[in-house]
């Protein structure tokens, strides 16, 4: 081990900008993301994620990082919401509703979409980076639904 970085309550996740410059760690307790300087072992930054959710709290789950290092994506669990940060700012610009307690993120390849993996709904929400929405989960759910029940019927007759 190099070193320990106290960070604050709770760390569930690590993104890092694409040089490796800094690191940002997701605090659920905190309802807030630390930024560390990732060279110098050091921490430089506790940015905290507001606004009106599902719950009165947001608490930080998965962090996803755009490939531009441009954006820092966090999900924000029970609060039902992903908090885009601008690293360079050191602030949330937005939030966007993502579904029922997202926890796991992505970014797809080329940075236009953000996918959330939503715990008790068992679905996940793409998110358009260009107009900050979110396109319905729900038929991906039922549509993937009645693909297994008809694959898992068709194993049984055999």
Not at 27 to 48: C, P, R, T, V, Y
Not at 82 to 100: M, N, Y
Not at 110 to 124: F, K, L, M, Q, R
Request: no cysteine.
């Amino acid at each position: 081990m190099l070193k320990k970085v106290p960070v604050g309550h709770r760390p569930r996740s690590i993104g890092f900008l694409p040089d490796g410059s800094r690191a940002f760690v997701s605090l659920e307790n905190d309802g807030a993301i630390a930024m560390i300087d990732s060279q110098a072992h050091k921490f430089l930054h506790l940015i905290q994620l507001e606004g009106k959710g599902a719950t009165p709290k947001a608490r930080p789950m998965g962090i996803a990082v755009h490939p531009d290092g441009s954006t820092v994506y966090v999900t924000a669990g029970s609060f039902g919401h992903l908090f885009l940060v601008d690293p360079s700012k050191k602030s949330s610009s937005t939030s966007i509703e993502a579904g029922q307690r997202p926890w796991g993120v992505g970014v797809l390849p080329g940075g236009t979409t953000v996918v959330t993996a939503n715990g008790p709904s068992n679905d996940v929400s793409f998110i358009d980076l260009a107009t900050k929405s979110r396109e319905e989960s729900e038929r991906r759910h039922s549509a993937l639904g009645h693909r297994r029940r008809r694959a898992l019927s068709t194993q049984a007759s055999r």
